[in-house]
């Protein structure tokens, strides 16, 4: 196991100057595969879509490719169930616009504390058009939702329930099928931001049964962009603000302008990427599919991250003057992502994500756009927390030299 992931680890170029990159939450570090596959459109196709020669025709199948992957890595029941954006604000934000068209006074929306604003702010845009906005709240002891709180904020008269499937900040790991449940228990819509989920567990858009959800193939190991998943009858439903003269039909409605081909190459190498991982081997055409080995890619990745978060959270907890935001509980892994969030007694966040820095190990601070959530622990206005995160190119040495560091900046 170790050895197929030092093995992955030699296919990202940015790591083998022997920095720990730490910032996966904010953004993974690409392998060879990906930075090929964007080179080779630039060479090989780069031109506009639905063109009658053979450039243009390379960008039609890069984007039916790109669809397929990601209907692949979700389990979507057809390619035309995904759309490609520039990012999940974006996209999300272009969403509720058209939400937005089918809603009015006497409608509810329920979103979280807990999660990254580009799940929260876009739908309080719905209260423009005299939408209540209802608030699941969270416990500040270990940062999971107050679940309990469904039963008073959904009501007869909600129409969509937004929810994280993982927190950016702190890692906790929601319980999806309870909320996706509540939503449709009174015929409203499920959306799901899955960004900071994608990276650590295998999605089944089918099983969750939820009706929209979002995801950014850069958390991924992908290229800047962002992921659209809606069941075809939802999508078929809502109207986008669209140019006249593009397409009618979906997914490429929802799609405004000029789609980053460059990147859907990108998307199609990353997914291609996940698949040899699970099949322990590169890429191949497997006749048996790549959802099979993409679903053994993100078990790998999930025992392979446990392991090394389990370290690293003991090596915190050991720390003097160190407060961890989120579940500390070692036997509660599995409710998480493994992300740390921290402060160390008598350093501001930025001084120590410096200091951090300083010796190639990089980190984020501040709020992550978590922003409600921020402010709900009284952080907002103290600079935030220290973010630490593991992807799946790590090991045991990036993070006893992340403890090491932190020991001495400690003193
Ligand atoms: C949980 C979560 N949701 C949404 C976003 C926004 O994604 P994007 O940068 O693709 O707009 C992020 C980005 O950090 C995130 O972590």
Known sequence: MDELFARARRRFPALQSGTVFLDGPGGTQVPQEVIDAVAAYYREANANEHGLFAFSRRSDAIIAAGREAMADLLNARSRDEIVFGANMTTLTLHLSRALARELGPGDEVVVTRLDHDANIAPWLHLQERGVTVRWLEFDPADCTLRLEGLREAVTERTRLVAVGGASNAFGTVNDLPAVIAAAHRVGALAFVDAVHYAPHRAIDVQDLDCDLLACSPYKFYGPHSGV??????????????????????????????????????????????????????????????????????????????????????????????????????????????????????????????????????????????????????????RGGAVRAGLSLYNDREDVERFLDALVRIAG
């Open 228 to 381: 659209l998943y809606g069941k075809r009858e939802v999508l078929e439903r809502l109207a986008p603000y669209k140019v006249r003269p593009s397409p009618g039909h979906v997914p490429d409605r929802f799609e405004t302008g000029t789609k980053n081909y460059e990147n859907i190459a990108g998307v199609v190498a990353a997914v291609d990427f996940l698949a040899g991982l699970g099949a322990g081997e590169g890429f191949r055409d497997y006749p048996e599919g790549r959802r099979r080995w993409l679903k053994q890619a993100l078990a790998a990745i999930r025992d392979h991250e446990t392991r090394l978060f389990s370290l690293m959270l003991d090596g915190l907890l050991k720390i003097k003057g160190l407060r961890l935001y989120g579940i500390a509980d070692p036997a509660r892994l599995n409710e998480r992502t493994p992300t740390a969030c921290f402060n160390l007694e008598g350093h501001s966040p930025a001084e120590v994500a410096d200091r951090l820095g300083a010796e190639g190990i990089q980190v984020w601070d501040g709020d992550y756009y978590a922003w409600e959530a921020m402010r709900f622990l009284g952080l907002g206005e």
